[in-house]
């Protein structure tokens, strides 16, 4: 069946820091690769996505390109910033397949 | 635009009491789903809809029923409700459209002491 990994966390870094969390999957066919942020006390928020392979998706400073050779999905950011603290979810639709399937989440914490 | 709403926000309730959560999207999606959020446990999905009048079940069925009388609202029921249902429980609604994305609700935090 389909499948996420994402980095375990906590992941804490400094603010202006280069921030990565990786992401790889498993599914048959094409899925569309998707990752999305949860602040505090709120619910999960479209970041980005990205739809086929080699597109990039991009939003806030962040971005994440859709690798089909290595099955990743890895999101990236410049220079974090103290209000970019969330837990992130990588997760994949397949085509023609009603439900999403998730990552377990990697929290961000990032200092000043 | 409101999205997905979900009501209420917290709720605590004692074993063995019953409770109905609603959920309520204004952007015409064929479908929904219930999930619920547990500490180091990500999201699990309890109960799906793929139209109004279907239901059907997630990883976490037991425990839960729920209802879509109407395309834009989607209900959550716990019947008896135990310890091990407390949890943060969201809503979400998506498009048909394979690319489109998963809107969600704000939450529900319920507590069975």
């Known amino acids: 069946g389909d499948s996420v990994t994402q980095m375990e966390g906590p992941v804490t870094l400094s603010e202006e820091a280069f921030l990565t969390i990786n992401c790889t999957y498993t599914a048959t066919g094409y899925p569309s690769l998707f990752w999305y942020v949860q602040y505090p006390g709120e619910g999960l928020q479209l970041l980005l996505k990205a739809t086929k392979a080699d597109d990039k998706g991009s939003n806030k400073g962040f971005e994440a390109t859709y690798r089909k050779e290595t099955t990743s999905f890895h999101l990236e950011k410049g220079s974090v910033q103290v209000s970019d603290s969330a837990v992130y979810f990588c997760?994949?639709?397949?085509?023609?397949?009603?439900?999403?399937?998730f990552g377990t989440g990697t929290r961000l914490t990032i200092i000043p | 635009n409101a999205g997905v709403t979900q009501t209420p926000k917290f709720r605590v309730l004692k074993t063995g009491q019953s409770m109905t959560l609603l959920c309520a999207q204004d952007?015409?999606?064929?479908?929904m789903y219930w999930y619920r959020q547990d500490p180091g446990m990500g999201l699990r999905l309890i109960h799906y809809?793929?139209?109004?009048?279907?239901?059907a079940k997630g990883e976490v069925p037991d425990g839960y029923n729920v209802s879509r009388l109407k395309k834009q609202n989607f209900l959550l029921g716990l019947e008896s409700a135990a310890p091990s249902q407390t949890s943060v429980y969201f809503c979400?609604?998506?498009?048909?459209?394979?690319?489109?994305?998963?809107?969600f609700g704000n939450g529900t935090r319920l507590t069975v002491t």
């Open positions: 979400a609604s998506i498009s048909s459209r394979d690319s489109s994305p998963l809107h």
């Open positions: 809809s793929v139209g109004e009048g279907t239901t």
């Open positions: 952007m015409n999606h064929e479908y």
């Open positions: 997760a994949l639709r397949r085509f023609g397949n009603e439900k999403l399937t």
